[in-house]
């Protein structure tokens, strides 16, 4: 079978964490007689510096043709003036709003290979396998009105973290599903204590609960639950909640598993169906890495898992994802890592070894 991949490198260590992932790719190709043409374009810093814009006409338009689109990363020191009129960011978060990806999943498990290798102790983060869903173009990155302005006392700016009932309903359904398919536990995260747009957060799980009377309903404060992320992280299954408060828990999250460069994350339109695949943007959830860029250090695993996520949700192709997962499982089994999960007695490796190591195994 053939398919049609966007591949966005993105900036900084986004170029060489994708060429692993392409590696990859290849390899199921070979072993499962596939074909993926991938098409290469510009987004973020990179995008800015080529184009004028961090999200170019063309680039849209040739993930509009793809069945999927596969990004790196953007940013970087280089365009983080704040008084810039746009930024790398915004390529992102335009990708997101015209691709209509409002759904962004983010697993979290931990591989007993690492359970040593994280800030945790090994009882705390053992058997932790949990999901974030993520709503991904409302609240403050999108609400209205967004603004920067004087005044003769000084500067002022303004967010809003707006959402209609349409927007958190259609979330709330792809928690409920999710956990509905996994072990039936769904943490609905808000600030109902204080925002408007969480007491109808709220209100709305509330009354969507009745139909998945399967799943248990909890409803955490998002202090509460980054607490109890730190503290019981095994007691979680699906948690699901608006945009900035998933920004910032999954990032927390990702400490549970060693390293930002294990972990891959799917941003769809919808929850995907037996048989329907969705398109879908697949990404680490790891930044740039200015610092890293060019060294031949970064961990590419993140990547590579997102390919697979690509696979399993967007082409369907459930045995090609299983072969990439697997691939990474014996790399870490016969004791490869990079530095930032290097932990003794094992060999440490750069992004392209590491690259070449799932391929070989694929």
């Given at each position: 079978?053939?398919?049609?991949?966007?591949?966005?490198?993105?900036?900084?260590?986004?170029?060489?964490?994708?060429?692993?992932?392409?590696?990859?790719?290849?390899?199921?190709?070979?072993?499962?007689?596939?074909?993926?043409?991938?098409?290469y374009g510009d987004v973020g810093g990179v995008a800015i510096d080529n184009w004028g814009s961090a999200l170019p006409a063309p680039t849209l338009a040739m993930?509009?043709?793809?069945?999927?689109?596969?990004?790196?990363?953007?940013?970087?020191?280089?365009?983080?003036?704040?008084?810039?009129?746009?930024?790398?960011?915004?390529?992102?978060?335009?990708?997101?709003?015209?691709?209509?990806?409002?759904?962004?999943?983010?697993?979290?498990?931990?591989?007993?290979?690492?359970?040593?290798?994280?800030?945790?102790?090994?009882?705390?983060?053992?058997?932790?396998?949990?999901?974030?869903?993520?709503?991904?173009?409302?609240?403050?990155?999108?609400?209205?009105?967004?603004?920067?302005w004087r005044t003769s006392r000084g500067r002022r700016a303004v967010d809003s973290m707006a959402y209609s009932e349409q927007e958190i309903e259609r979330i709330?359904?792809?928690?409920?599903?999710?956990?509905?398919?996994?072990?039936?536990?769904?943490?609905?995260?808000?600030?109902?204590?204080?925002?408007?747009?969480?007491?109808?957060?709220?209100?709305?799980?509330?009354?969507?609960?009745?139909?998945?009377?399967?799943?248990?309903?909890?409803?955490?404060?998002?202090?509460?639950?980054?607490?109890?992320?730190?503290?019981r992280p095994v007691d979680f299954d699906v948690i699901v909640t608006e945009n900035t408060f998933g920004d910032i828990l999954t990032d927390e999250a990702s400490?549970?598993?060693?390293?930002?460069?294990?972990?891959?994350?799917?941003?769809?339109?919808?929850?995907?169906?037996?048989?329907?695949?969705?398109?879908?943007?697949?990404?680490?959830?790891?930044?740039?890495?200015?610092?890293?860029?060019?060294?031949?250090?970064?961990?590419?695993?993140?990547?590579?898992?997102?390919?697979?996520?690509?696979?399993?949700?967007?082409?369907?192709?459930?045995?090609?994802?299983?072969?990439?997962?697997?691939?990474?499982?014996?790399?870490?089994?016969?004791?490869?890592?990079?530095?930032?999960?290097?932990?003794?007695?094992?060999?440490?490796?750069?992004?392209?070894?590491?690259?070449?190591?799932?391929?070989?195994?694929?």
């Amino acid at each position: 079978m053939n398919f049609d991949i966007a591949v966005l490198p993105g900036d900084g260590v986004g170029p060489e964490v994708v060429a692993e992932a392409a590696k990859a790719l290849d390899a199921v190709g070979q072993r499962f007689d596939h074909e993926f043409f991938l098409a290469y374009g510009d987004v973020g810093g990179v995008a800015i510096d080529n184009w004028g814009s961090a999200l170019p006409a063309p680039t849209l338009a040739m993930c509009k043709r793809c069945r999927a689109v596969l990004l790196g990363a953007v940013g970087g020191p280089k365009w983080d003036d704040p008084q810039a009129p746009t930024r790398p960011e915004d390529g992102l978060l335009g990708l997101r709003q015209k691709l209509g990806l409002y759904a962004n999943l983010r697993p979290v498990k931990v591989n007993p290979l690492l359970a040593d290798s994280t800030n945790f102790k090994p009882q705390v983060v053992k058997g932790v396998d949990l999901m974030v869903v993520r709503e991904l173009t409302g609240g403050l990155y999108f609400g209205k009105p967004k603004r920067r302005w004087r005044t003769s006392r000084g500067r002022r700016a303004v967010d809003s973290m707006a959402y209609s009932e349409q927007e958190i309903e259609r979330i709330l359904r792809v928690g409920f599903e999710l956990a509905r398919m996994r072990r039936k536990r769904l943490a609905s995260v808000d600030k109902a204590n204080v925002l408007e747009s969480s007491r109808l957060w709220r209100e709305i799980a509330i009354e969507m609960a009745p139909h998945y009377p399967e799943v248990a309903l909890e409803h955490l404060l998002v202090d509460a639950c980054a607490m109890r992320l730190i503290q019981r992280p095994v007691d979680f299954d699906v948690i699901v909640t608006e945009n900035t408060f998933g920004d910032i828990l999954t990032d927390e999250a990702s400490m549970l598993a060693g390293s930002m460069g294990l972990l891959p994350s799917a941003s769809l339109a919808g929850l995907p169906q037996a048989g329907k695949p969705r398109y879908g943007l697949y990404e680490p959830i790891h930044g740039s890495a200015p610092r890293r860029a060019g060294q031949d250090v970064a961990n590419p695993i993140a990547t590579i898992l997102s390919a697979a996520m690509l696979l399993r949700l967007s082409l369907g192709l459930e045995r090609e994802a299983a072969a990439i997962e697997a691939a990474v499982d014996r790399a870490l089994q016969a004791g490869f890592r990079t530095y930032d999960i290097m932990a003794p007695g094992c060999t440490q490796v750069g992004t392209k070894r590491m690259g070449d190591l799932v391929a070989e195994r694929v």
